[in-house]
């Protein structure tokens, strides 16, 4: 686990393959209040203090495997089932 330090000035850790992107947020205004890296096992995800969770594919295809999970695109219309 490497330190990092949130918004509120408060120090944690973050696992080190994600501790730049987790200090980035951080920086940029989005305090984080934990995080996991998956450990390459899962997804790995960043939980924002306003509630919000950023979830982080390992790759492209388990990525798709997580947008199968919703039934509507992003404009809301139903997904066809894909033959």
């Known amino acids: 686990m490497l330190r ?7 120090i944690g850790c973050a696992d080190p ?4 992107l987790v200090q ?3 920086d940029a205004g989005f305090e984080t209040i934990a995080s996991c890296c998956g450990h390459g096992h899962r997804p790995g995800n960043i939980i924002l203090k306003d509630g919000r969770e950023f979830v ?20 809301g219309d139903l997904i066809h089932a894909r033959g």
Do not use: M, V, Y
């Open 17 to 20: 393959c994600i501790t730049e």
């Open 56 to 75: 982080i594919a390992r790759n492209w295809e388990e990525a798709r495997q997580i947008d199968r999970l919703f039934p509507i695109d992003i404009n």
């Open 4 to 10: 990092i330090t949130t918004t509120s000035g408060k």
């Open 24 to 26: 980035a947020l951080n």
